[in-house]
Structure formats: C-alpha cells, structure tokens
C-alpha cells in the first residue's frame, strides 16, 4: 500500500513556471515508475510524464522541452518543473505511482490544481 502526497500546485500567469512535488510513503519494495498524469474539466486523465526507479523518462510529446520530471529514490519524491506554462495546461495534476508484484499496482494521489490565467 503506498500514500501518494502532491503539493505545489496555485494560480500562474502564461509563461510562468511551477515546480510540483509527490511525496509517497507505504511501500516495502519500492516505487517502481512514478508519473504525473493531468485532467482538464470535461477531459480525460492523460499522462503528462513518467520515471522509473532508474530514471528512464517518458514525456507526452506536445509537452517536450516545456516540463522536466526527476526523482529522488532516497526521499521516495517525485517532482515535476513546469516552465513556458499555457493556459492549456490548466488542470488537476495527479501523481501516479506503480509498484510491480506479479502485474502492476497502481496508486494515485489526490490531486493537485494549476491554473494558468492572465
């Protein structure tokens, strides 16, 4: 069982940049992939950025260049530096973590909001 934290969230104007954390605890075995994942009002979730334990990174293409995740394995923190932010990007940001036994198990944090606006 793993408790996923996010902060760092808050209002932004274009161009802006926001850094948001995930702090996780519960694990026994360790947190395998870690991600961001954000959910527009009305959208779908859709994957911002994930990492694995040996910080292999996958990004959503439209958002290369413009977001940086990293990984502190000591601290079991996930962060995610959001730079040239759009109004675009404004969404609920939830942190995702995967624990591998046999298949998967996911987890998932509650959510944090960034809203981008003049």
């Known amino acids: 069982q793993v408790q996923l934290v996010e902060s760092g969230g808050g209002l932004v104007q274009p161009g802006g940049s926001l850094r948001l954390s995930c702090a996780a605890s519960?694990?026994?075995?360790?947190?395998?992939?870690m991600g961001w994942y954000r959910q527009a009002p009305g959208k779908q979730r859709a994957l911002v950025a994930k990492?694995?334990?040996?910080?292999?990174?996958t990004y959503t293409d439209s958002l290369k260049g413009r977001f940086t995740i990293s990984r502190d394995n000591a601290k079991n923190t996930v962060y995610l530096q959001m730079n040239s932010l759009k109004p675009e990007d404004t969404a609920t940001y939830y942190c995702?973590?995967?624990?591998?036994?046999?298949?998967?198990?996911?987890?998932w944090g509650e959510g944090t909001l960034v809203t981008v606006s003049s």
């Open positions: 995702n973590a995967v624990v591998i036994t046999g298949n998967g198990v996911n987890y």
């Open positions: 519960g694990s026994l075995f360790g947190i395998d992939v």
């Open positions: 990492i694995t334990k040996g910080g292999i990174t």
